[in-house]
């Protein structure tokens, strides 16, 4: 390991936090790629070894042995091989499920192996070794040193996607880098992550330097390398800053069963305990509220209400609109629709400012909520039975009037 190239593959392993088997395996394409450009033939399958312990290469034309294939099936083969190439791409699969091909680049038949080697067989692989050229060291450098950086280069991204891929649905801590017009970019350590403007808190502000935690949406393979989008406003924030700072949570001891969320402004989270010694708001709120504020403190000033979760549609329902008192619910099972009666002095509580208390009831619920008062609903329901009884007394006064009586039956002479 005392050689200049094994000293400089540690090197790039140790700055690049890349496994030396990466950038062996770099290594080796790279002198293959460089041997094919300058030397190579072509139905030469070019393959390079690399000894790290001596520092010396290795080239090879690597066969695997196939049956023997008569001059028909070859003329054959490269006929079909003609018309595919101007046929639709969506024929791969059948063509894949042919018998196989003889490629002359990557396969030797049997009767050509046993040549090399009597003891040959189908299905075996067959490493010639080449010669190297004395020049090829001096002009193969440019190449290998091209091929390795892009090579190194996608070793890196596929590390990156394979570690952040297995945190998708976790939160993360990052360091903004900058705001841009339609996203901010931020530091994970050894990648970037995009925040869209649609997955910012609209209450916060992001400036370069700034440590916050993030929720990783997803993380894909960009045309750049790997693609990870996180967000602020995103629910599970909530419920991971939740398994985060309370232990009853993370242990499953409580579980969060839903939550609405009116991005910067207030939070709704149900909860439910299936310990009886356990109090799930309390313990969620904690000893003077220490709970409770930090999670608000971590989501910028963004109030939390803590809702009591019940089976019982009815009183889940009153619950998701506290503080307001709610008198009785009418239900309809059918549209999903719930009907919520309340005194006077509590409508505005009910509804909140702007329509949020009830707005982020429906959505903690998944019902349709409509917030009423007590007078409104029992007048709306007098003036129904009013209207339902003046209805029915006209309908029976325009048949027993002898006036009516005539107008029908004169109209039926005059039909006639």
Not at 118 to 137: A, M, R
Not at 364 to 372: A, D, F, G, S, Y
Request: glycine letters at 6%; one cysteine or more.
């Amino acid at each position: 390991m005392n050689n200049p190239i094994a000293s400089a593959i540690k090197q790039v392993c140790d700055e690049k936090n890349i496994p030396q088997e990466y950038v062996i395996e770099a290594l080796e394409f790279a002198l293959a790629a460089a041997y094919r450009k300058d030397f190579g033939e072509k139905n030469q399958n070019i393959k390079a070894e690399f000894d790290i312990q001596t520092g010396d290469s290795r080239i090879f034309d690597v066969k695997t042995v196939v049956r023997d294939f008569s001059p028909e099936e070859l003329e054959d083969q490269l006929a079909k091989v003609t018309e595919h190439r101007v046929e639709d791409k969506a024929d791969k699969q059948d063509e894949a499920e042919e018998e196989k091909r003889f490629n002359p680049k990557t396969d030797i038949m049997i009767s050509d192996a046993k040549i090399l080697r009597e003891d040959s067989d189908v299905g075996e692989v067959i490493k010639t070794e080449l010669p190297v050229n004395e020049e090829y060291g001096r002009m193969a450098a440019q190449t290998a040193k091209q091929v390795i950086i892009q090579k190194l280069r996608e070793a890196e991204r596929d590390l990156i996607f394979d570690e952040f891929q297995d945190r998708q649905d976790t939160l993360i801590m990052a360091t903004v880098q900058r705001k841009e017009t339609s996203r901010v970019l931020l530091d994970i350590g050894r990648g970037t992550a995009i925040m869209p403007n649609e997955e910012l808190s609209p209450r916060e502000r992001y400036m370069p330097g700034d440590r916050i935690k993030v929720y990783v949406v997803s993380v894909t393979r960009g045309t750049r390398g790997p693609e990870i989008i996180v967000s602020r406003s995103h629910e599970n924030l909530l419920r991971k800053i939740f398994e985060t700072e309370i232990p009853e949570v993370e242990s499953g001891a409580i579980e969060i069963k839903a939550v609405a969320r009116d991005v910067g402004e207030r939070a709704k989270v149900a909860v439910v305990a299936y310990q009886e010694n356990i109090d799930p708001i309390g313990s969620c709120i904690g000893q003077r509220g220490s709970r409770i504020q930090t999670i608000i403190a971590e989501l910028g000033g963004e109030k939390v209400d803590i809702i009591q979760y019940d089976d019982d549609v009815s009183i889940f329902i009153m619950n998701a609109l506290s503080p307001a008192k709610i008198s009785r619910i009418e239900l309809d099972q059918e549209n999903h629709r719930a009907r919520v009666f309340v005194k006077e002095d509590q409508l505005s509580l009910a509804i909140g400012k702007g329509g949020q208390n009830v707005r982020l009831a429906s959505q903690l619920t998944h019902w349709n909520i409509e917030v009423v008062s007590e007078q409104e609903g029992v007048g709306q329901e007098s003036k129904d039975e009013e209207m339902a009884d003046n209805k029915e007394e006209n309908s029976d006064e325009d048949l027993d009037t002898p006036e009516n009586l005539a107008e029908i039956l004169t109209g039926s002479e005059d039909d006639k």
